[in-house]
């Protein structure tokens, strides 16, 4: 999955999508329960999502295959990147 999206193939990006978006709508909820409420855990995601499609993303810097844990820590990291700071 990782060199398929890092070669913007499809396939990878279909995979991603299909097994790493609930577990982002999970880490939008955890982290920020109103945003999750106010049902603009979208645009988080989105943004999220827009910002893994940039050539040098930091979740897909590795060609080696990398252990999921490592990967899902990798990918929170970006979540958290992308909610508003509280005032």
């Known amino acids: 999955m990782i060199q398929d999206c890092t070669?913007?193939?499809?396939?990878?990006?279909?995979?991603?999508i299909a097994n790493y978006v609930p577990v982002m709508r999970k880490?939008?909820?955890h982290y920020d329960p109103s945003?999750?409420?106010?049902?603009?855990?979208?645009?988080?995601?989105?943004?999220?999502?827009?910002?893994?499609r940039q050539p040098g993303s930091s979740l897909f810097q590795s060609l080696d295959p990398a252990p999921e844990r490592w990967f899902v820590a990798q990918l929170r990291q970006?979540?958290?990147a992308e909610l508003p700071t509280p005032p």
């Open 7 to 16: 070669a913007g193939k499809p396939e990878g990006w279909r995979h991603f």
């Open 27 to 29: 880490l939008v909820a």
């Open 35 to 52: 945003l999750a409420a106010a049902a603009d855990a979208p645009r988080v995601i989105e943004r999220v999502l827009l910002a893994q």
């Open 78 to 80: 970006s979540v958290l």
